[in-house]
C-alpha cells in the first residue's frame, strides 16, 4: 500500500457538503478566520495578492512530520513570495507550540481547532496541501506527503518559480 493510500486509508474523516465542493483547483478558496500560534487572527483573505500554500496537518501524523523540513525551506526560501499557513487539526497549543519547535517552523500556524475549516476544505487525510493564486483561485490539491517534484510543480502553478 502506498503512503498515501494509508494516509487516506488510516485517516479518513466523514464531511459534511458544506462548501458544495468548491475547494478544488479552479475554484475560489473558501475563506476562514483562525487564531494563530502567534496569539492573532489570521483570515485567509488578508494574504490575497500573494501566493498560499495552506498545508492541513496533525502532529500525530507521520507524513506530515516528513514532509514539514521541505515546507519550512520553501517558506524561507520564499518569504516575499509565499505565505505558508500550517491548519493543525484540533490540537492544544502546547502540542502544537512544541512541535513547531521541535521541527524550527517559522511559517504561520493556526488552530482549527474544531475541525471546522478541514471539514470546508472536504480534507479527508493529512497531510493535505493547498496551492493557491495570487488571485485566490486554488491552482493544485497534494493529498500526501510533498515531495521536492511535486513542491516545485505545484508551487510554480500558483507563480512561485523554485
Given at each position: ?47 490575497r ?29 520564499y ?84
Amino acid at each position: 500500500m502506498s503512503l498515501s493510500a494509508f494516509v487516506l486509508a488510516g485517516f479518513n474523516r466523514t464531511q459534511p457538503d458544506q462548501n458544495n465542493g468548491s475547494a478544488r483547483p479552479g475554484s475560489l478558496a473558501p475563506n476562514f478566520t483562525l487564531n494563530g500560534l502567534d496569539g492573532q487572527q489570521h483570515s485567509l483573505s488578508q494574504y490575497r495578492g500573494k501566493a498560499v500554500l495552506i498545508n492541513f496537518w496533525a502532529s500525530w501524523c507521520e507524513p506530515c512530520k516528513a514532509e514539514m523540513p521541505l515546507i519550512e525551506k520553501y517558506a524561507q526560501a520564499y518569504p516575499t513570495k509565499l505565505v505558508v499557513l500550517g491548519l493543525n487539526s484540533e490540537e492544544t497549543p502546547i502540542v502544537v507550540q512544541s512541535f513547531a519547535n521541535s521541527f524550527k517552523i517559522t511559517f504561520m500556524i493556526l488552530f482549527d481547532s474544531n475541525g471546522g475549516i478541514s471539514d470546508l476544505y472536504r480534507v479527508d487525510g493529512f497531510p493535505t496541501s493547498f496551492f493557491i493564486d495570487s488571485s485566490g483561485t486554488i491552482q493544485a490539491i497534494q493529498v500526501g506527503s510533498l515531495s521536492p517534484e511535486s513542491m516545485a510543480s505545484d508551487l510554480a502553478s500558483i507563480g512561485v518559480k523554485p
